[in-house]
């Protein structure tokens, strides 16, 4: 029942900051709880409880995201699913970009204040001088953590 209960809350997670659909997501959430042996597809649908239609194209979703991978084994002509090995490194990869962006934005809404209007720029610069020094140290942070991801990850496969 707590695996039953950790896969919702995870699904729900997923839901909200992928913006998946709810199979999809709980789909996703059992992937990253089992094991590296993966899911064949039967296994799923029986697990999720749904049709097989709405759990291919849940799986199809998740595989165009780049969230999963799929593969077979020798002699066995069905399809497994699992969790990318480096999925972690992947999501992190994914919110270095989404700060670049935040820090390019910023940038340009910063340099657009300071010339069209001085006098806020000033008297806000102490607060964006927060937010973008925040802005870089969690992309340093985050760019030090996939670098010792990769290096964990390496040691692991030796």
């Known amino acids: 029942m707590?695996?039953?209960k950790l896969i919702e809350e995870i699904g729900v997670h997923?839901?909200?900051?992928?913006?998946?659909?709810?199979?999809a997501a709980r789909i996703y959430a059992i992937l990253i709880m089992g094991n590296e042996e993966g899911y064949s597809f039967e296994a799923l649908v029986e697990e999720v409880a749904a049709s097989k239609s709405t759990v291919s194209t849940s799986l199809n979703l998740l595989l165009q995201l780049q969230k999963i991978e799929y593969f077979t084994k020798t002699g066995d002509r069905k399809r497994y699913?699992?969790?990318?090995?480096?999925?972690?490194?992947t999501r992190l990869v994914n919110y270095i970009t989404?700060?670049?962006d935040e820090i390019a934005i910023f940038h340009k809404t910063s340099e657009y204040m300071k010339s069209s209007r001085p006098v806020d720029h000033e008297k806000n610069k102490s607060i964006v001088d927060i937010y973008h020094c925040y802005l870089h140290r969690t992309k340093e942070l985050m760019q030090e953590t996939v670098a010792k991801l990769e290096e964990a990850c390496a040691n692991r496969d030796k």
């Open 98 to 100: 989404i700060l670049e």
């Open 81 to 89: 699913f699992r969790k990318k090995i480096n999925y972690l490194k």
């Open 14 to 23: 997923f839901e909200s900051v992928y913006n998946l659909p709810p199979l």
């Open 2 to 4: 707590e695996r039953e």
